[in-house]
């Protein structure tokens, strides 16, 4: 089991009705990943998604669909397929050492079974509580939320194709 500290870390939780090989598809498939991972409208490209440790997790946004902006360059630091996925923008896709912005962040995904689907976990944790207050501020519960909602509705129409 996870510890979670309250004083560092942000959480979410939602149980997702689909299968866990079709919600650790949309993670890990760049064509699938790009159509849920920033809030609508804004839309993301992923320019390198290499999911092993210390593999590369670079994306780019863009509100027009012409001029693309930085938004994630991490890399994987845990990989245990369809069970948990952990990335951190604390160091980029060189593997030099970042000042992310809007906060530095490990970001741990975790992927369990559940009687109606999968129970589906983000752990944000921050170095300290004012990264987290200031993730928090910054709308942590209503971007993660709002993607989550998008990765939802994505794998559950699936499933029921």
Known sequence: MTTIDPTLDLTLQRVIRAPRPAIWQAWTDPARLQRWWVPAPTIA????????????????????????????????LVVEPQVRLVFTNAIDSAWRPAVPTPVPMTAEVVFAEHPNGTD?????????????????????????????AALTELVERDATA
């Open 45 to 76: 490209r992923v320019d390198r998604l290499d999911v092993r440790p210390g593999g590369a997790f670079v994306t780019t946004m863009s509100d027009d669909g012409e001029t693309f902006v930085p938004h994630t360059d991490s890399i994987f």
């Open 120 to 148: 589906y976990r983000i752990i944000v944790r921050h170095g300290d509580p004012a990264d987290r207050d200031r993730h928090e501020q910054l709308g942590f519960f209503d971007g993660w939320g709002s993607v989550t």
